[in-house]
């Protein structure tokens, strides 16, 4: 052992091995298998990860949709969101034993595993009313949605704002979040999930059954988590100055981001990152009481292939979390 510029005891964990969930090819959930890895290259912290949370990006990532981003070099981990014990540490403010969570920037998933090394940036200590495992759930989808509706839609007290896809991870924050903004919400979802929508706090809701948007609506910001909504929809249920914010990076999308960049009336695509300030953030709204994040199915990390095919299903109402 030695010490760390942080202060810590540093333990050399380099050439051990650990339990990590790797595929050798894109594909579907089955390529997915947990196998031992050598222990990862220590950065600014090293953390034992007590759970990890799957999101669509995990599952677009295996199937090869962003090959261009991910690379081609197998094998390939999985997982970006975790949360964990700090087993060494660079930095002053998470000495060893601080349980923390976090998110892994890029394309290069290894959060599913025992152990993970992240820099400064993507983790933050976790907030103690919250049990550690639940933690997990929360960095990835709740940074998109604060990043959303912060950034892009720039929410404010008093304004309306539709989320469109209201019942998933995503969804189920961005509710959360614009009502600590102070923004009157409506929830779009399945008729199921209605009354979930209103428990999070949606002033209003719609199910999609009935038409994709509300009829005769107009709202200072449209939130499409889900990205299904063309364009011309989205403008039809804006106000003149409102903002459409999408999470999904399709042509159209991408072509609607730029044509109308200084138009009144925008579309922008959320890019999420990690930033410790945002993470702190999310951490202070769990404390308050404001965020309470949604689990819906703990698999343990043998059980990743399963786990990914529900977030698949596309009927994840919540965080699906792998346990390990």
Known sequence: MSESPGGSRATDHEGKAMRAAMYDRFGPASVLTVVEQPEPAMQDLMIEVVASSVNPKDTF??????????????????????????????????????????????????????????????????????????????????????????????????????????????????????????????????????????RLGADHTHDYGHGRLPAGQRYDAVFDVFGNLSRGEVSDALKRTGRHVTTVPSAANIAATALTRLLPQRTSLVVVHPDHDDLRELSRFVQDGALVPEVQQRYPLTDVAAAHAHVESKHTRGKVLLVN
């Open 61 to 198: 990532v295996r199937k090869g949709r962003f090959k261009h981003q991910a690379g081609a070099r197998f094998p390939k981990g999985t997982g970006y969101d975790f949360a964990g014990i700090v087993t060494d540490s660079r930095v002053d403010d998470m000495p060893v034993g601080t349980p923390v969570f976090g998110m892994l920037s890029g394309w290069q998933g290894r959060a599913a595993a025992d152990l993970v090394s992240c820099r400064r940036q993507e983790a933050v200590p976790a907030p103690r009313s919250l049990p550690l495992v639940d933690a997990a759930a929360i960095p990835l989808a709740g940074l998109t949605a604060l990043q959303a509706l912060r950034d892009n839609a720039s929410l404010k007290a008093g304004q309306s704002v539709l989320i469109n896809g209201a019942s998933g991870g995503v969804g189920t924050y961005a509710i959360q979040i614009a009502k600590a903004f102070g923004a009157e919400v409506t929830a779009v979802s399945s008729s199921a999930s209605l009354e979930h929508c209103r």
